[in-house]
């Protein structure tokens, strides 16, 4: 029997939609390479801070980059340098000294142990950066740096969180 037009067309378009379909390798490959390098120029821009969840950092809309550097920690309970607790901030608060004993101990001990200033570093100190909850009180923040500047660590970066928006120069310690 003779099939007429319609029904040619039909068969026609179910056998070529019966074949195994055929992948395009060439634009995915594409896009692929192009996120590679995307990915590859923007990763280097980023520096992940370690983060206590017990610190909560102020915001800042500072685009300038902190270096790595010598990182000291203060949450509401303790000070610690580089993970390291130095000492207990109620025992600081409590104390009417101007200096931390213990952390300028740990500071001085780190420098010893650290290569000899150059002439341009012997002016601004060794470089170190103070992650510190923005709930703690300026009389500790003050301590801190003082003890931080006794020991020739003068070079002083608060730690901030970066937001969004406003990318002026922001001052940094």
Same mark, same amino acid.
């Given at each position: 029997?003779?099939?007429?037009?319609?029904?040619?067309?039909?068969?026609?378009?179910?056998?070529?939609?019966?074949?195994?379909?055929?992948?395009?390798?060439?634009?995915?490959?594409?896009?692929?390479?192009?996120?590679?390098?995307?990915?590859?120029?923007?990763?280097?821009?980023?520096?992940?801070?370690?983060?206590?969840?017990?610190?909560?950092?102020?915001?800042?809309?500072?685009?300038?980059? #902190?270096?790595?550097?010598?990182?000291?920690?203060?949450?509401?309970?303790?000070?610690?340098?580089?993970?390291?607790?130095?000492?207990?901030?109620?025992?600081?608060?409590?104390?009417?000294?101007?200096?931390?004993?213990?952390?300028?101990?740990?500071?001085?001990?780190? @420098?010893?142990?650290?290569? #000899?200033?150059?002439?341009?570093?012997?002016?601004?100190?060794?470089?170190?950066?103070?992650?510190?909850?923005?709930?703690?009180?300026?009389?500790?923040?003050?301590?801190?740096?003082?003890?931080? @500047?006794?020991?020739?660590?003068?070079?002083?970066?608060?730690?901030?969180?970066?937001?969004?928006?406003?990318?002026?120069?922001?001052?940094?310690?």
């Amino acid at each position: 029997m003779k099939q007429s037009l319609r029904a040619r067309r039909m068969a026609r378009h179910h056998r070529r939609m019966g074949r195994a379909p055929k992948l395009n390798l060439v634009s995915l490959m594409d896009i692929f390479t192009i996120l590679v390098f995307f990915l590859l120029v923007n990763s280097s821009e980023v520096e992940v801070l370690t983060q206590d969840k017990s610190l909560q950092l102020p915001d800042s809309t500072s685009a300038q980059q #902190p270096d790595n550097t010598l990182m000291l920690m203060v949450n509401a309970e303790h000070i610690l340098v580089n993970g390291r607790p130095v000492a207990a901030v109620r025992d600081v608060m409590a104390s009417d000294e101007d200096l931390i004993g213990p952390l300028k101990e740990e500071l001085s001990y780190r @420098a010893s142990r650290a290569r #000899p200033l150059t002439e341009a570093e012997q002016h601004s100190g060794r470089p170190i950066t103070i992650m510190g909850d923005r709930a703690i009180p300026y009389a500790l923040l003050k301590k801190i740096m003082a003890s931080c @500047a006794e020991t020739d660590y003068r070079d002083i970066a608060l730690a901030v969180l970066q937001q969004e928006g406003q990318g002026g120069a922001g001052a940094e310690g």
